[in-house]
């Protein structure tokens, strides 16, 4: 009868101890509350979707009562845009702000009631160098796309001396792998075509540098690249293959892209907007994807308290080629 009784009692209590484990486990885990300021340059629908993305993916992980978000942009109809297309336009918790000096405004916005920030988001290359300054004292994710995460920071040491130091900046980059452009480059010429004409400003450093890396890739597969001046675009046309870089010169000579783009071509974009207006095929930016991923960093780098030093160290998140059928 004892033994029976001994069994009932090591039952029971195996029972309870399983009923507040499971109570343990199915606890909801408490996030924030967290200050969070997005800093967002630029006028494009594609930036404006990837702060918008950031906002609410990132409200998704948190809770929106968890989250007081500072919206600044360069105009008011910008940032109300934003707050109103992440779904936010009656909640009290997202203030916006507007100043055509993004590095003034960020400036002034650190020295107000909202200087107790979290994290600061940065959408687009503008608005991480408005904030890049401030890195060391308060984590920023550069929400952006092409943004050259290794910057030099100049400041004044307590010796008097100059000292430089490089930061990084943790970021959605938008460009996906090299190794990824150069197959996707070769699957559309089919291997057959080894000569490849790429088309861009050859004024504008961001152009030439995006370029550089696919470039040598492609050389070392046995590909003839050569380089054109977008007022260049007769030779550009005598390869079969055409790469165009989207920047303000190629976006404006679209129409002279499309008289030279016939069915013997196959003109590959850069860029949505460029393959709407004159190309066949392209390898752009899946923009949804790159608020999203910035929410992913500033997710790690609030839940886990992660200091600049320590946020510094997260890996940048890669976005997929958005692969566009030929017309």
């Known amino acids: 009868m004892k033994k029976i009784i001994s069994t009932i009692m090591v039952v029971l209590m195996l029972g309870f101890m399983c009923l507040g484990l499971v109570s343990c486990g199915g606890d909801e885990v408490e996030y924030g509350p967290y200050n969070i300021g997005i800093v967002h340059g630029g006028e494009t629908d594609a930036a404006k979707e990837a702060t918008v993305n950031f906002i609410t993916a990132l ?77 060391k004292s308060i984590p ?105 870089v989207e920047d303000a010169k190629t976006l404006s000579a679209a129409e002279a892209i499309k008289a030279l783009n016939t069915d013997s071509k196959t003109v590959i974009a850069s860029s949505k907007a460029l393959y709407d207006a004159c190309a066949d095929s392209t390898l752009s930016i899946n923009y949804s994807m790159v608020g999203i991923n910035a929410a992913d960093i500033a997710f790690d780098i609030l839940v886990n308290s992660k200091t600049y030093a320590q946020a510094k160290e997260i890996g940048d998140k890669y976005v997929s080629i958005a692969r566009k059928e030929s017309k």
Not at 93 to 115: C, M, P, R
């Open 59 to 135: 409200q998704s992980s948190v809770g929106s009562d968890k989250l007081t978000i500072y919206i600044l942009a360069e105009t008011q109809e910008m940032a109300d845009a934003i707050k109103n297309d992440s779904g936010n336009k009656d909640n009290s918790k997202v203030s916006v702000y507007a100043s055509a000096d993004l590095k003034a405004g960020v400036n002034s916005w650190l020295i107000t009631a909202e200087h107790d920030l979290d994290l600061i988001s940065a959408t687009t290359n503008k608005a991480v160098e408005a904030c890049k300054v401030h890195v």
């Open 140 to 244: 920023v994710v550069a929400n952006s796309v092409a943004y050259a995460n290794a910057e030099k920071n100049t400041s004044i040491g307590s010796d008097g001396t100059e000292v430089v130091e490089t930061i990084k900046i943790p970021s959605s980059m938008g460009i996906a792998p090299i190794d990824a452009q150069v197959s996707y480059i070769e699957e559309l010429s089919s291997g057959s075509n080894k000569k490849i004409s790429f088309v861009y400003d050859s004024a504008n450093l961001d152009s030439s540098a995006k370029i550089n890396a696919i470039v040598k890739e492609l050389e070392v597969k046995g590909y003839t690249c050569s380089e054109f001046d977008v007022a260049d675009l007769a030779g550009a046309f005598a390869n079969d293959v055409v790469y165009i």
